[in-house]
């Protein structure tokens, strides 16, 4: 039997609306068609990038005060995450989920960050995802430079 390849997707993919950067999961749309092919290192390598962007970018948002109350609140409503994935991370999949339900961020381990005071939950959420696309087109643009310039080191294969 297979194991089950992990994946950061949220079954939001906004790529198919014509995305290059998925506002769901964070990845660009080379990155998710590529997904199954990267060795299990290189996909953990990529998670953690994903979980740290969404952890710098959260974190203008947000502060987790009970990891512990945020993962009861998580299995209680059941929303998928991952061990290894940080509060922050997983704060994110609540707005996404809870957006329009939740009235006291507090119930759920979480008190506004200052970019987020005085914000319904609904609207934090809107500005704390234009705020993760914009981080992660900028990600994709970064890799995408990157992989150029290692392109124009590598030397034409000689016939």
């Given amino acids: ?35 199954f092919g990267l060795s299990g290192d290189e996909r953990e390598a990529r998670m953690a990038e994903l979980d740290a962007l969404r952890e710098t970018v ?3 948002f947000l502060q987790v005060v009970d990891a512990e109350c945020l ?29 329009t339900r939740i009235q006291n961020l507090s119930r759920y381990g979480l008190v506004p960050g200052e970019a987020a005071l005085g914000l319904d939950v609904a609207e934090l959420h809107a500005r704390l995802s234009q705020a993760l696309t914009e981080a992660a087109e900028c990600r994709q643009a970064q890799q995408q430079a990157h992989s150029n ?11």
Avoid: K
């Avoid at 992990?6 to 660009?28: I, K």
């Avoid at 993962?71 to 999949?93: D, N």
């Avoid at 310039?149 to 016939?159: A, D, F, I, Q």
């Fill in 1 to 35: 039997m297979a194991a089950s390849i992990t994946s950061p997707c949220v079954g939001l993919c906004s790529t198919t609306l014509g995305d290059p950067v998925c506002r769901g999961c964070q990845r660009g749309d080379v990155e998710i068609l590529d997904w």
């Fill in 58 to 60: 959260a974190g203008r």
């Fill in 149 to 159: 310039r290692v392109s124009l080191v590598v030397p034409p294969e000689s016939t």
């Fill in 71 to 99: 993962e009861a609140q998580l299995l209680r409503y059941r929303i998928r995450f991952r061990p290894e994935q940080p509060a922050l991370s997983r704060a994110v999949e609540l707005l996404r989920v809870g957006r």
